[in-house]
């Protein structure tokens, strides 16, 4: 019988290095916007420190805290659905 790796969190985010997807997404939207701004080395600089922040604040909030702040943006979501603060539905 041959052997099979089986991870341990089925549930858990893609990781690179040690940190998980989402944070080096925010990493490299600075790394991008610094080359766009040809100060690449000042906004990976702030991009570390913006990575630490979100990691802080995701790890403090429950999970998919952040979709809903962006729900309630409005980057997030569909168009059909009511706004964040409608309680009752009515026809």
Not at 62 to 68: A, E, I, L, R, S
């Amino acid at each position: 019988m041959e052997e099979r790796y089986i991870p341990k969190y089925l549930n858990a985010q893609i990781q690179l290095l040690w940190w998980e997807l989402d944070e080096m997404i925010v990493l490299m939207a600075f790394v991008g916007l610094g080359i766009v701004a040809d100060h690449t080395y000042i906004f990976a600089g702030l991009g570390i420190i913006a990575m630490n922040i979100y990691s802080k604040l995701n790890n403090q909030k429950q999970p998919g805290f952040f979709k809903h702040v962006m729900y309630r943006f409005g980057f997030w979501g569909k168009k059909h659905l009511p706004e964040y603060w409608v309680k009752e539905l009515v026809r």
